[in-house]
T-cell receptor, first 113, second 117 residues
Framework: QKEVEQNSGPLSVPEGAIASLNCTYSDRVSQSFFWYRQYSGKSPELIMS??SNGDKEDGRFTAQLNKASQYVSLLIRDSQPSDSATYLC?????????????WGLGTSLAVNP | DAGVIQSPRHEVTEMGQEVTLRCKLI?????LFWYRQTMMRGLELLIY????????DSGMPEDRFSAKMPNASFSTLKIQPSEPRDSAVYFCASREWTSGVSGETQYFGPGTRLLVL
């Protein structure tokens, strides 16, 4: 079982709609969670981090974390064609001095004008 | 400030040749990660360093791959001999590692697109 799971998509939404991206993880003790966006042919860039249960909002983006259910989600309100990209979920795997990110395979999002 | 710098940006080589990828960290950062990305396997961590010391190399595919960090700001990833299955995008990422949950953010370089024929 992969440690971080995402639906590969593609997820297709019309412009102006809410896009909902989901991620589940297997390590119950994980404390740090990240969403990165990757445009085609480019490198991943951080868009949101979340560490506590609940919602965290930043502009049109809202990250939601539920540690009991081991899922983290990303909502994009008023989706724009420029949001079309692959969204990568990453979870910190913490083993003593070894702290690294475990990555999902990403969800491809297409926002249609 | 300059971001993570990688070179070369593109590399085309023939099977059996040695390939060296280079990475310069963001000034002040003390952790460096080497990743490989393919469509099938996604983003895979190969190796990472904290303060020039390798912490986890469990993702290095085999002895053909080696990585060094000769100083606090620079690293190389070497593949010798290269094989067609090594074709991928190789990313370097930089982190200002601190204790606590907020010290985990990684900043990626532009990547090196490697094609081994």
């Amino acid at each position: 079982q992969k440690e971080v799971e995402q639906n590969s998509g593609p997820l297709s939404v019309p412009e102006g709609a809410i896009a909902s991206l989901n991620c589940t993880y297997s390590d119950r003790v994980s404390q740090s969670f990240f969403w990165y966006r990757q445009y085609s042919g480019k490198s991943p860039e951080l868009i949101m981090s979340i560490y506590s249960n609940g919602d965290k909002e930043d502009g049109r983006f809202t990250a939601q974390l539920n540690k009991a259910s081991q899922y983290v989600s990303l909502l994009i309100r008023d989706s724009q064609p420029s949001d079309s990209a692959t969204y990568l979920c990453a979870v910190v795997l913490n083993a003593g001095n070894n702290r690294k990110l475990i990555w999902g395979l990403g969800t491809s999002l297409a926002v249609n004008p | 400030d300059a971001g993570v710098i990688q070179s070369p940006r593109h590399e085309v080589t023939e099977m059996g040749q040695e390939v060296t990828l280079r990475c310069k960290l963001i000034s002040g950062h003390n952790s460096l990660f080497w990743y490989r990305q393919t469509m099938m396997r996604g983003l895979e961590l190969l190796i990472y360093f904290n303060n020039n010391v390798p912490i986890d190399d469990s993702g290095m595919p085999e002895d053909r791959f080696s990585a060094k960090m000769p100083n606090a700001s620079f690293s190389t990833l070497k593949i010798q001999p290269s094989e067609p299955r090594d074709s991928a995008v190789y990313f370097c990422a930089s982190r200002e590692w601190t204790s606590g949950v907020s010290g985990e953010t990684q900043y990626f370089g532009p990547g090196t697109r490697l094609l081994v024929l």
